[in-house]
């Protein structure tokens, strides 16, 4: 079993960046496909990002192209997303995930964190 905790949230301002960061423990992370998702007040959780296990494929949300990054160090056992240009609608709590394959549908994820609060002012 794998343990993922997310950090790097806060409230930055419309237009800014931000990098989150996913540390796991318990087994590598180098097993798993990791990715990002996201949930907003009243809305339901979403795919935002993920990663293959080796870093050669990564897919995005249509909201978040272009100005999302997702990537992975195995050695540090940590996932990463850039975030910038922020807009006031990516606000909402910021979930890393661990899935033996890659999936969008959060029903199908193997692993999640707490989240971390991600606030976007205009």
């Known amino acids: 079993q794998v343990q993922v905790v997310e950090s790097g949230g806060g409230l930055v301002q419309a237009g800014g960046s931000l990098r989150l960061s996913c540390a796991a423990s318990g087994r590598t992370i180098s097993n798993y496909a990791m990715g990002w998702f996201r949930q907003a007040p009243g809305k339901e959780r979403e795919f935002v990002a993920h990663?293959?296990?080796?870093?050669?494929?990564?897919a995005y949300a249509d909201s978040v192209k272009g100005r999302f990054t997702i990537s992975r160090d195995n050695a540090k056992n940590t996932v990463y997303l850039q975030m910038n240009s922020l807009k006031p609608e990516d606000t909402a709590v910021y979930y890393c995930?661990?899935?033996?394959?890659?999936?969008?549908?959060?029903?199908?994820?193997?692993?999640w964190g707490q989240g971390t609060q991600v606030t976007v002012s205009s």
């Open positions: 995930t661990a899935n033996m394959v890659l999936v969008r549908t959060p029903a199908n994820i193997d692993y």
């Open positions: 990663i293959s296990v080796t870093g050669a494929y990564s």
